[in-house]
């Protein structure tokens, strides 16, 4: 092949690569300017290893969500549009290398499977617990308040000797009139259901911290917090931008004999990269399951701004 020839291969080929880079870009929802680039999206950081006693001394794990398929694992949703304000059932399954749905899984915090479902402003959160069939197809009821963007995530650790914790993401939409709403201010207050939940510490980029929340009502401490999937309180993080998700273990459970149910919860954790992160909370209290929400910064303490609320919009939905 001559040299001219070489060139003009070269050439059509670059602008197929960039015309398509600008298709897949038309459908993706915009990143804000802080969040990491296009090409980190897909590196999982090195776990730092936890300082703090949760859960066995776990690693702190790498943040997850960004990729469909991993580990041999895809998911597999079935339902990826609902109509904003009513009630769908969302249903999906996850499938191995063959092709295959998954039914054998590791129980984790009492369940076999965390669902996760997040709007991409980071406004509205589900935490849930879907059902699973005989054929490997997960199903759960859903309500998401606003049209636009979200994300679901599927935290699980498939059954087999040394298998490995997985959280994959996928898109979902909810029609409807849309209305763009900014990330909420960062605060270290939240209140909600009539709890006030205070956030001491903040996430580090590379580094372990200590995030420490502590609960009460009408001004008391609660020093009654129940045991909920096995725990006190679950921590789950994502990074504005992109929704990297970073599912943190608090330091200590129920039972272990120094673990105090509450007012104080701690958790362990590392940010995967600088930037601003919404956390959601979920704690237990008088047999009802609450979730505190708080914007925070990687690399800095969170400025209090005195936003009244710091739920997640439409509650818990356990």
Excluded at 303 to 316: L, R
């Amino acid at each position: 092949m001559n040299t001219g020839l070489r060139i003009t291969t070269f050439a059509a080929a670059l602008a197929a690569t960039f015309g398509a880079a600008y298709g897949v870009g038309q459908g993706i929802d915009p990143v804000v300017a802080d969040s990491p680039k296009h090409g980190d999206e897909h590196t999982r950081p090195t776990p730092a290893k936890a300082e703090g006693g949760g859960h066995g001394g776990h690693d702190t794990p790498p943040a997850g969500g960004l990729q469909i398929s991993e580990g041999g694992y895809t998911l597999d949703l079935d339902t990826p549009r609902v109509t904003a304000g009513k009630q769908a059932d969302l249903r999906f399954t996850v499938r191995d290398a063959g092709g295959r749905a998954v039914t054998a899984y590791q129980r984790e915090h009492d369940k076999e499977l965390h669902l996760i479902v997040a709007s991409r402003d980071l406004t509205t959160y589900r935490h849930l617990h879907p059902t699973r069939a005989a054929d490997g197809t997960w199903s759960t009821p859903v309500d998401l308040p606003r049209a636009g963007g979200y994300r679901v995530f599927a935290d699980f650790t498939p059954a087999g000797k040394d298998a490995e914790n997985l959280t994959l993401g996928a898109d979902l939409a909810a029609s409807g009139p849309y209305e763009a709403r900014p990330l909420p201010p960062a605060s270290t207050t939240a209140r909600v259901d009539g709890y006030e939940v205070k956030l001491s510490g903040a996430p580090h980029p590379g580094k372990a911290s200590e995030l420490k929340l502590r609960v009460s009502r009408d001004g008391k401490p609660v020093t009654d917090l129940q045991p909920y999937l096995g725990a006190y309180g679950h921590l789950v993080a994502l990074r504005s931008g992109d929704l990297a998700y970073l599912h943190v273990h608090p330091n200590g459970e129920p039972g272990d004999g120094t673990t105090r149910p509450g007012p104080d919860i701690s958790f362990t954790a590392t940010a995967p990269s600088a930037g601003a992160y919404r956390l959601f909370l979920d704690f237990k209290h008088d047999g009802k399951v609450h979730s505190a929400a708080f914007t925070v910064r990687a690399g800095g303490a969170a400025a209090d701004s005195g936003t009244p609320e710091g739920h997640a919009e439409g509650g818990p939905g356990h």
